[in-house]
């Protein structure tokens, strides 16, 4: 398109009566042209209402917050080693402790860690995953520790 | 509370470009931001920040800080959510410098990077439930102090409220960030001629909910 877009076609452009082929051509040529893209701006009946709405004030203290975070190491997947660490040795350690019966013992703790994976998608938002993991961890250390103390007792009540 | 001026947002930048359209006479809002940003020497400023010059990741914040914020706010319509996704969006940008693509725009990275931000807070949000959904803005409120001008402007913002999130993207693209098509275009991942069916849609919605909105006093904007 050559030269400035005529008030018509602008109109058409602007109710949306041209092809999306034609609309886009049009775009194309307001993209590069400032004189047609300020027409074809005054022609929307809320263009003035738009420049009436002033601008929102932005929180105090946020772009010092920005710079503060920027600045910080990222969380990389090293920050999340640790905690799946301690959920292999819990997992590990209630293999060790359950002597000759891992079964029974493995399934509780699989149900156990369900349960945890439950209420950690209940708290999601709240807690970051970093510590989600570290409760799941722990949930299952200590589960499997009681279980371990209810099949000794058990085994000495029989 | 810091207000932010569009004009004055532009006084910490390396270099200005003289604004042809400015001096036509045309609408020196609606032209500002797509001349007034130099190029070249915005290019230079992120290659800077890129490096770890704190004086141009200053700018950068400074600069797109109220942009990102005006974005979010009116995208999120919750002060507390526009404030997560601003900070959230902002270091995004400065941690991930080095994957800006310098044949674009940095303006249209930068919003590329909010509206994805605002669309995972907005999810995020569903998924709390914590907040409703949108924040609505009533119209009438204090309706006697405020001038006609600002009463417009207040419909207007709580017509952009009501619409569905992807034309409420558009427009505040289109005429709060002033964004060119191709720009939008580039944003939304979508082809230019869905953009502009997707604007004339946005607007004539807007429309019909602004005169909704509107006094029966025969006003007309």
Same mark, same amino acid.
């Given at each position: 398109m050559k030269g400035h877009l005529s008030d018509d076609l602008l109109e058409r452009f602007d109710t949306g009566r041209l092809s999306r082929a034609e609309a886009a051509r049009v775009a194309v040529h307001l993209d590069a042209c400032s004189p047609c893209a300020g027409r074809a701006h005054a022609l929307d009946p809320l263009a003035s209402v738009f420049s009436a709405v002033e601008d929102p004030p932005v929180p105090e203290g946020l772009e010092r917050a920005i710079l503060e975070a920027a600045a910080r190491p990222p969380r990389t997947e090293m920050d999340l080693a640790w905690p799946v660490a301690g959920a292999l040795l819990a997992a590990a350690a209630v293999l060790f402790v359950s002597?000759?019966?891992?079964t029974g013992l493995a399934t509780a703790g699989a149900r156990i860690a369900g349960a945890a994976l439950l209420v950690g998608d209940v708290v999601t938002g709240l807690c970051s995953p970093v510590f989600l993991l570290f409760v799941c961890a722990t949930t299952g250390l200590v589960s499997s520790v009681a279980a371990f103390g209810l099949l000794g007792l058990s085994r000495e009540v029989s | 509370m810091q207000r932010y001026d569009r004009r004055t947002? !532009?006084?910490?930048?390396?270099s200005r470009v003289a604004s042809d359209a400015t001096l036509a006479g045309l609408d020196e809002t609606h032209v500002s931001l797509h001349l007034a940003m130099a190029p070249d020497a915005e290019e230079a400023a992120v290659c800077s920040a890129g490096r770890g010059d704190e004086a141009a990741r200053a700018w950068i914040v400074r600069t797109y800080t109220p942009l990102v914020h005006r974005f979010s706010l009116r995208m999120l319509g919750n002060e507390e959510d526009a404030r997560d996704a601003t900070q959230e969006t902002m270091v995004k940008v400065l941690r991930h410098l080095?994957?800006?693509? #310098?044949?674009?725009r940095f303006a249209t990275w930068v919003f590329g990077i909010a509206r994805n931000t605002c669309i995972d807070e907005h999810r995020r949000r569903l998924r709390r439930r914590?907040? #409703?959904e949108v924040e609505t803005?009533?119209?009438?409120?204090g309706a006697f102090e405020r001038t006609e001008r600002e009463q417009r402007a207040a419909r207007l913002l709580a017509a952009l409220q009501r619409l569905p999130p992807r034309y409420r993207e558009i427009l505040l693209l289109y005429?709060?960030? !002033? !964004?060119?098509y191709r720009e939008i275009a580039d944003i939304l991942h979508l082809p230019l001629g869905t953009v502009m069916n997707r604007i004339f849609r946005a607007r004539s919605r807007l429309r019909e909910l602004y005169l909704a909105l509107e006094p029966e006093t025969g006003v007309r904007p």
């Open positions: 002597g000759g019966d891992p | 947002a !532009l006084r910490g930048e390396p080095d994957r800006y693509d #310098p044949s674009r914590t907040s #409703p803005v009533d119209p009438a409120d005429h709060f960030e !002033l !964004l060119k």
